[in-house]
């Protein structure tokens, strides 16, 4: 139970950073992290 609930609280905390960043940063920033996002999604997936 435990494990579950530094989960739930690390989860929580990068929602709220993303939160704040979301008010201060421009949505070109944005883009820019979903593409890089991407990319490591891509690399992970492919080297499974």
Do not use: E, H, Y
């Not at 008010?23 to 920033?29: G, N, Q």
């Not at 944005?30 to 997936?45: D, H, P, Q, S, V």
């Amino acid at each position: 139970m435990k494990k579950r609930t530094n989960r739930l609280g690390l989860l929580l905390l990068i929602a709220g950073v993303l939160v704040i960043l979301a008010l201060v940063l421009p949505s070109t920033f944005w883009w820019f992290a979903l593409g890089i996002i991407l990319i490591a999604a891509g690399i992970c997936i492919c080297r499974r």
